[in-house]
C-alpha cells in the first residue's frame, strides 16, 4: 500500500544512547516532516524537509538532528537519549504547496529509560 | 505567529447524541484549516480540510466543520455520534505560504452506549 513507512514502531533506548527513527514515503511528494506527540501536547513540529536537500527546525528542534537523505527518505537521529525524548514520533510528507494534505505514518513509540 | 486552541481535552456524549468539538485559530492572515482523527495506535487521518472555497465544509465519516471568520473558529460536529467515533481529534492550521502544520492539544471523543 502507498504511503508512509516508519522503523521502527516500538523502541526502548538508555540514557545517553543514540539512535535513527526512519522515515520512506512511497507517493513522490516533495515534503516531509518529523512529530513528536506528548499527551495533552498534541503533535509538535520537530524538523522538517521542504524538498530535497533542504531541512529546517521546527518548534522544538533540540537534542534532534535530520538527515533527508533522497526524496524518498527522511531520518531522525537521536545523538545522546534523554527521558525527555520519550514520546510517539509520526513522519509525515505532502506536496511542497500551502493548505495541502499531509499523510502519516503509523508512528515510532519510544522509551528512554 | 500562527497558534490553534481546542477547547476541552475530552468531550463525552451518548450514541446518537450531537457532537461538537471546539476549535479556534489565532492567524494574522486567512489560513487554511483542517480536522485530523487518530484511533488508538494509529497515525492520523484527514476528516476535512477548509481552503477558502467554501465556508461549510464536508469530510468523511459524516463530520462538518463551519469557518468562521468573526470568531476566528473552526468547531466540528456530527449530527449523531456512533461508538466507532470514539478517538481523538486535532484542529491544524497553515498559514498562506507556509506547508508546515501547527496543530492543536487535540480533544478526546468518548462515546457511551
Known amino acids: ?7 521502527p514502531k516500538f ?6 544512547q543514540s539512535m535513527t527513527l526512519q522515515c520512506a514515503q512511497d507517493m513522490n511528494h516533495n515534503s516531509m516532516y518529523w512529530y513528536r ?4 501536547m498534541g503533535l509538535r513540529l520537530i524538523y ?17 538532528n535530520v538527515s533527508r537523505l533522497n526524496k524518498r527518505e527522511f ?19 505532502s506536496e511542497a504547496r500551502q493548505g495541502i494534505v499531509y499523510t502519516f505514518g503509523s508512528g515510532t513509540r519510544l522509551t528512554v529509560v | ?16 447524541a450531537l457532537v461538537l468539538l471546539r476549535c479556534n485559530y489565532s492567524s494574522s492572515v486567512p489560513p487554511y484549516l483542517f480536522w485530523y482523527v487518530q484511533y488508538p495506535n494509529q497515525g492520523l487521518q484527514l476528516l476535512l480540510k477548509y481552503t477558502s472555497a467554501a465556508t461549510l465544509v464536508k469530510g468523511i ?21 456512533h461508538m466507532s467515533d470514539a478517538a481523538e481529534y486535532f484542529c491544524a492550521v497553515s498559514e498562506e505560504g507556509y ?5 492543536g492539544k487535540g480533544t478526546m471523543l468518548l462515546v457511551s452506549p
Open chain 1, 37 to 40: 506527540q506528548d499527551p495533552g
Open chain 1, 1 to 7: 500500500n502507498a504511503g508512509v513507512t516508519q522503523t
Open chain 2, 61 to 81: 465519516n459524516g463530520f462538518e466543520a463551519e469557518f468562521k471568520k468573526s470568531e476566528t473558529s473552526f468547531h466540528l460536529t456530527k449530527p449523531s455520534a
Open chain 1, 11 to 16: 523502541q526502548v533506548l538508555k540514557t545517553g
Open chain 1, 48 to 64: 522538517y524537509s521542504a524538498s530535497e536537500g533542504t531541512t529546517d527546525k521546527g518548534e522544538v528542534p533540540n537534542g534532534y
Open chain 1, 75 to 93: 531520518s531522525l537521529r537521536l545523538e545522546s537519549a534523554a527521558p525527555s525524548q520519550t514520546s510517539v514520533y509520526f513522519c509525515a510528507s
Open chain 2, 1 to 16: 505567529a500562527q497558534s490553534v486552541t481546542q477547547l476541552g481535552s475530552h468531550v463525552s456524549v451518548s450514541e446518537g
Open chain 2, 99 to 103: 506547508s508546515t502544520l501547527t496543530f
